[in-house]
């Protein structure tokens, strides 16, 4: 009887042991950024052509754990998706999609028409109903090919000038602005349920706040969808101020469109030429190799983190406060080791932009997002 008892007894211990091992297990879970900021936006991160294609446990894991949107950083641009007229590669994006869904998360598309990384053959395309008809056909065929997996869309990327105007592209010298009209019309088309983004850099700039509120205001009275403004939010430690980005997130919300933190990242190094946004074609080789323009090659130092992670605070508190406006916040990249600030504007720095430094471990940074919801 006594040993029934014991038995008894000891049984009862490991049941409850088991269920308090699995509600700290919910615990831990529970303080990861998606978790914690599940009730307010979603949290997304940037996947590289290494990242998609590589089954590497440790970005496995922290990808689960952490995020719940993909962005595909270079894989779905014109020049790798569609090289040539009746060439589409659709590989790695096919990969990308199924590993959105693997791990149940909001898939982005990245990006539908861009001046930038445009195949070539597209460049020299000077008649505008052959231009209309190769943004028709790239539409089209990539949008519907992920019809109801792809959830959003980036579907027109960086447009503007730095004053509001329209930049000098291909597709503006030969259709005017209206390549953007069409652009939002045949993606809502080809998937009537996917979200439609005008997505680009510096977009806290007032002239450029102007320009986008223009363009969202134009594209509504003509009936076309427009369901959100991108906001890249390549920053660094000293700007945008938090007032800039508040008045544009107000701005574009008043419009009637949902705000989306695109492409967030905190550069910590120097930028002496008073660089700011993310002209991709800006270079400046001169600087390759000085040791001043790389002042953290092994690590940030303590001060450094701490910057950062007040930095990335105070964005965060902003995020928080205008919840209500915005749908998502992604980073772009998962950890230091990815990020393009590594090599732009300067070829082979040492960038500690993200809230992950190079072994997937978390920054202060991470820590100090995470207590704004504890
Ligand atoms: O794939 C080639 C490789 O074969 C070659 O050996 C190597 C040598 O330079 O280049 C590789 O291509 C690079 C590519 O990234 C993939 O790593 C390009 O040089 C490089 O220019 C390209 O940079 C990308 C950049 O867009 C180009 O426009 C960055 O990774 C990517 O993060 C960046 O992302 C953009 C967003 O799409 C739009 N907003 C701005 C943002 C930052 O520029």
Known sequence: MTNKLYKLFFTLIAVIAFFNCNNNTKKEDSTTLKESFKNDFLIGTALSNLQINQTDSQLASLLKKEFNAITPEN?????????????????????????GEKYNMH????????????APWMQNVKDSIT??????????????????????????????????????????????DSFIAHAFK????????????????????????????????????????????????????????IKD????????????????????????????????????????????GDPKMNPYPVKLTDSGQTQLAKRYEDIFNLFLKHKDKIDRVTFWGVNDGQTWLNNWPINGRTNHPLLFDRNFEPKKAYNSVLALKK
């Open 75 to 99: 894989d779905m641009k014109w020049e790798q998706i569609h090289p040539q007229k009746d060439t589409f590669y659709f590989d790695v994006a096919d990969k990308y999609v199924e590993l």
């Open 107 to 118: 898939i982005v598309g990245h990006t539908l028409v861009w001046h930038s990384q445009l």
């Open 131 to 176: 231009l209309a008809n190769n943004i028709e056909n790239h539409i089209n065929t990539i949008v519907k090919r992920y019809k109801g997996r792809i959830e959003t869309w980036d579907v027109v990327n960086e447009a503007l000038n730095e004053d509001g105007s329209f930049r000098t592209s291909n597709f503006h010298e030969v259709m005017g």
């Open 186 to 241: 045949l993606a809502a088309a080809a998937d009537p349920d996917a979200k439609l983004v005008y997505n680009d850099y510096n977009l806290w700039k007032p002239e450029k706040r102007a320009g986008v509120v223009k363009l969202v205001k134009n594209l509504q009275a003509q009936g076309i969808k427009i369901d959100g403004v991108g906001m890249q939010a390549h920053w660094s430690l000293e700007g945008p101020s």
């Open 245 to 288: 980005i508040e008045n544009s997130i107000i701005a574009y919300s008043n419009l009637g469109v949902k705000v989306s933190f695109t492409e967030l990242d905190v550069t910590v190094l120097p930028n002496p030429w008073d660089l700011d946004g993310a002209a991709v074609e800006q270079s400046y080789e001169q600087f390759e």
